[in-house]
């Protein structure tokens, strides 16, 4: 299967697709555009919301007119209706040079982020927080250079997150009562993949959906014997995420950046939001509920 352009604008760094199955709207960002985008459903153009400062990630709220979202330097919400975006919490660790990047909210109800260094990532790594319902930021894991893609297996027992620099996928034993992670491990190696794995979804039977960066692809893969099943070829060079939306959540959005692609590029639609149709069906994204 190829993906097909779905909104066909160039966005820099489209990243984070999210979707509401509970109003059928898509929620994305462009993180070096600095923007906050949606399209519902029975629409044909985005909405685009410009931010001040870079997003890392958009979270779904319990109240579906508002959602949460990660800024450079903290926690924010944007009232949808009313275009109002209002500061919540940052963390009590220096985030000079830093800024927050992936992150979804878990089954436990508390948003799983982490940061990534502006200009050497590599070199200086981040954080990888816990925020729980009061907006409080806790220290889970470091070092991680770039997070990404994270996925947990509530049936057997396992949290998964990409680190892009490392060509990585980590797997964690993930405590089904408080939702604790600890063990971690290298799991899936992407150094054969010629690309860098991105962002990250799965299927309702377990199966991982990664975005190749540098790969132009989204590779399918089963977590528990690290076998890849399929690829799924899409017409941008740097695939960034993934995640399944539509009426019967069998719909596959995926996000494409722009930038870092040579200008002898074979490829015509990076930075595009592409789908695919019937590749498997996907499970709602979780709801973060901030109690002030």
Known sequence: MTGIPFIK???QLGEGPIWDHRIHRLYYIDIDGMLLAFIDQDSDQPTEIALPKMPGTVILSN???????????????????????????RPKENLTNYRFNEGKCDPFGHIIVGTM??????????????IDPLGDFMIIDQPIHIPNGMVWDLEHGYYYIIDSPKQL?????????????????????????????DGMTSDESGMLYIANWKGHRISKWNPLTKEKLDEYEIDALNVTSCVFGGDKLDRLFVSSASVDTPKSSVFSHCGNIFYIDHVANGLPSNLYTFKK
Do not use: C, M
């Not at 996928?169 to 690309?195: C, H, M, Q």
């Open 63 to 89: 109240n579906p007119d508002e959602v949460y979202l990660l800024l450079e330097d903290g926690l924010y919400k944007y009232v949808v209706y009313a275009d109002n975006l209002v500061f919540i919490r």
């Open 9 to 11: 604008k160039t966005y």
């Open 169 to 197: 996928v980590y797997r964690y034993d993930l405590d089904l009562t408080t939702g604790a992670i600890n063990n971690k491990i290298p799991w899936i190696n992407f150094a054969g993949e010629n690309s860098f794995p």
């Open 117 to 130: 260094h502006k200009t050497d990532a590599e070199k200086k790594p981040g954080i990888l927080y816990r």
